[in-house]
């Protein structure tokens, strides 16, 4: 039986281009990951756009691919994944 991996993912993008909320969490699911607990964050500056959740998957590789995804759209100005747990 497979265990879940949880992580805290933040991903930023400029005000004005981020992902619609359905386009993101179709993109999670692409990775094998569902999303819960999803919150919004606007920036002091009013420049960037935040999603903030906890995401789940059974494969712990999937962390990586996720990762190296984020890192080639251009569309991303910031992300960070932190799993939690041991």
Do not use: C
């Not at 497979?2 to 004005?16: E, K, M, P």
């Not at 756009?49 to 789940?56: H, K, V």
């Amino acid at each position: 039986m497979r265990t879940q991996n949880y992580a805290r993912l933040v991903i930023a993008f400029r005000r004005g281009q981020a992902l619609d909320e359905r386009v993101l969490r179709a993109e999670l699911a692409g990775h094998g990951f569902d999303a819960a607990h999803m919150s919004y964050r606007v920036g002091e500056t009013g420049e960037v756009f935040e999603y903030r959740m906890m995401i789940q998957t059974t494969r712990p590789e999937n962390f990586g691919k996720l990762a190296q995804n984020l890192s080639s759209n251009p569309l991303v100005k910031e992300f960070r994944i932190a799993p939690t747990g041991d």
